[in-house]
């Protein structure tokens, strides 16, 4: 369901669609989470709902970051991360653990959480 629809629509028609899945607490299948997990964009928004749905912390950092869909951002603001997530994240960065992000992902949570000002 998912790879369809990634496939045949627009982005911010597929933000719309998983903020509808988020709201309504749907279940997804294995597979689908599987197709979001691998799915890149440099879309915050996307990210940030992709994490929510997916219980991913990196993406829903990147999702606080972004200020154009104030309903994702405050999801991703109320959801709680700890220093010790953010330096997690860092150490999959530095050991080039892709396993469960990719390595755009890590490397962005890295450029907007710099170690001198990380959670805001």
Same mark, same amino acid.
Not at 10 to 30: G, H, M
Not at 40 to 56: H, K, M, Q, S
Not at 94 to 106: A, K, V, Y
């Given at each position: ?36 997990? +691998? ?7 996307? /990210?940030?709902?992709?994490? $929510?749905?997916?219980?991913? #912390?990196? !993406? =829903? ?35 080039? +653990? ?7 992902? /890590?490397?962005?949570?890295? $450029?907007?959480?710099?170690? #001198?000002? !990380? =959670?805001?």
């Amino acid at each position: 369901m998912i790879e369809t629809l990634i496939k045949n629509n627009c982005e911010s028609d597929l933000i719309e669609w998983l903020k509808k899945l988020y709201t309504n607490d749907t279940n997804i299948s294995e597979s689908d989470k599987i197709k979001l997990q +691998d799915y890149e964009t440099a879309d915050y928004v996307l /990210l940030g709902i992709i994490g $929510l749905i997916l219980d991913n #912390k990196a !993406r =829903i950092l990147l999702g606080k970051k972004q200020v154009y869909d104030k309903e994702i951002q405050e999801k991703c603001k109320q959801y709680p991360i700890s220093q010790n997530d953010i330096a997690e994240i860092a150490n999959k960065f530095l050991e080039d +653990d892709f396993s469960e992000e990719s390595e755009f992902i /890590l490397r962005k949570v890295m $450029l907007e959480y710099p170690k #001198k000002n !990380r =959670i805001r």
